[in-house]
């Protein structure tokens, strides 16, 4: 495929909010542009540079660090972004929370990252089973340009909404027809569904391109097995607008034994109204 045939480089900043819920609840991703400010992203690059990191299995050219969340710093602080989470509120409902958190860093070389799924119903030995939760979106922020030759983006568009075995969750695709390039000035954050089809193209440019990445859920999504909860001395250490996203991780909203009639029902509720894609504030 060329992938200049299929290139979305709209003007994101145009979207209402109404059209941004629409895009990542239809579409699967979602660009949040201009979040950071060049001072910003040169502040989360000087740390991390500090970063020990090490080659994913299939590139030495792809260099990874997880669990960034306790580091401290600017990086911490990322967590709490208040353009993000009150989008993340307005999608979620106001309980979100945090549940992973990694840096990765595509060298000259880098041979892209396959299509897949991050959401995996069953967990996996790749996600655990942080996969298994119903809804997450996972926020990116880049910290250089996002460019056709350094790593940009790509994803099939709706392709968490097939029923098809074709969208198993569990499956990898090298490549894929109806595949978008998405591209994005450093300081913005690409968004996914979780169970989009997505991944990256090789780095074929002279630089190298790094990003942030943290999954948020809705608090009543937890996943399907227990996951490790976070260590108490290192949730007293963050700060407040951070710590608020350090619920339980293994939280979840559910009622086995409801019944067809319970008391007290509610009458609204304007989460899953669908006038919420005609919102403008």
Not at 88 to 96: H, I, N, Q, R, W
């Amino acid at each position: 495929m060329n992938s200049t045939e299929r290139l979305d480089d709209r003007d994101w900043s145009r979207l209402t909010l109404g059209e941004r819920i629409r895009q990542i609840e239809v579409e699967g991703y979602l660009v949040l542009p201009d979040l950071l400010t060049a001072d910003e992203v040169a502040a989360l690059k000087a740390e991390t540079a500090r970063f020990d990191t090490f080659a994913v299995d299939y590139s030495v050219h792809q260099q990874v660090r997880p669990n960034v969340q306790f580091r401290g710093g600017k990086v911490t602080d990322l967590l709490g972004l208040p353009a993000t989470i009150d989008f993340l509120k307005v999608l979620f409902g106001d309980e979100v929370i945090a549940m992973s958190y990694h840096y990765a860093r595509s060298e000259p070389g880098h041979p892209g990252i396959s299509l897949h799924a991050d959401g995996q119903p069953y967990g996996s030995e790749i996600f655990g089973y942080e996969g298994s939760c119903p809804w997450l979106v996972r926020v990116l922020y880049y910290l250089d340009d996002l460019t056709p030759d350094v790593s940009p983006f790509r994803v099939v568009p709706r392709s968490h909404l097939s029923m098809h075995a074709d969208a198993n969750p569990y499956k990898r695709y090298e490549s894929h027809p109806e595949e978008v390039m998405v591209p994005a000035r450093a300081g913005s954050a690409v968004l996914i569904n979780h169970r989009v089809f997505h991944g990256n193209y090789p780095n074929v440019g002279t630089r190298s391109r790094e990003l942030l990445a943290i999954g948020y859920r809705p608090g009543w999504a937890g996943p399907v097995a227990p996951v490790d909860p976070w260590p108490e001395a290192e949730l007293a250490r963050l700060p407040a607008h951070v710590r608020a996203l350090f619920a339980d991780p293994n939280t979840r909203h559910w009622d086995f034994g409801g019944a067809n009639k319970p008391k007290n029902m509610a009458k609204v509720a304007p989460g899953m109204n669908p006038s919420r894609w005609d919102r403008t504030e």
